[in-house]
């Protein structure tokens, strides 16, 4: 048999060590899981917020060329108000399609040959346009723009389908996406739009 031998006593240097390593993994596992719940929070509130109030859009295609050109990023705001000058997306046929409001509800829009619009009789001043084109256009002309709708046009004319034909036709308020206010991509032309 074996004698009472005396029990070996546990280092108190190892024990305050082994204590203190317990602690901290305590805590790293705390601050790890409140870090994860905190971005999983602003992640769903950010895609929350782009989705609804900041829509992020890639343009395609030439219609707003110059001042919008294939593969540019923009931002746009929703809204509810728009004025002619406004560019805006809307949805068409499944896709969402970049123009310039032209006229509101009640205004009427009259285009010449040439390609020159006129706003309720007075020529619209458009800055933006490089060159004038009467475009694929369908509609009698002068034309009165209907309640609670936007009449839109592409900036690059004479390529651009817009509400100059009744395929496009004017714009109803629940079709649009929002106003673009801000070109993110590429960098040389982030600012304003």
Request: one cysteine or more.
């Amino acid at each position: 048999m074996k004698k009472n031998m005396p029990r070996e006593i546990p280092d108190v240097d190892l024990l305050e060590e082994e204590l203190h390593r317990e602690k901290y993994k305590k805590r790293y596992r705390k601050v790890l899981r409140s870090t994860i719940y905190t971005l999983i929070t602003v992640a769903a509130a950010a895609v929350l917020i782009a989705t609804l109030f900041l829509p992020v859009l890639q343009i395609t295609g030439t219609s707003m060329a110059p001042n919008l050109v294939e593969g540019n990023i923009v931002v746009s705001v929703n809204g509810s108000r728009y004025q002619p000058g406004d560019v805006i997306a809307f949805y068409f046929d499944n896709k969402v399609l970049v123009k310039r409001v032209i006229a509101t509800a009640g205004q009427w829009v009259d285009i010449d040959e040439e390609g020159n619009v006129f706003l309720d009789g007075e020529p619209l001043d458009e800055p933006y346009i490089t060159e004038k084109a009467f475009g694929q256009c369908n509609i009698d002309l002068p034309y009165q723009v209907p309640e609670s709708h936007v009449f839109v046009m592409g900036d690059h004319r004479s390529v651009s389908l817009d509400s100059r034909n009744t395929a496009v036709g004017c714009v109803a308020g629940e079709q649009i996406v929002g106003r673009l206010v801000f070109r993110v991509w590429p960098f040389e032309f982030f600012g304003p739009i």
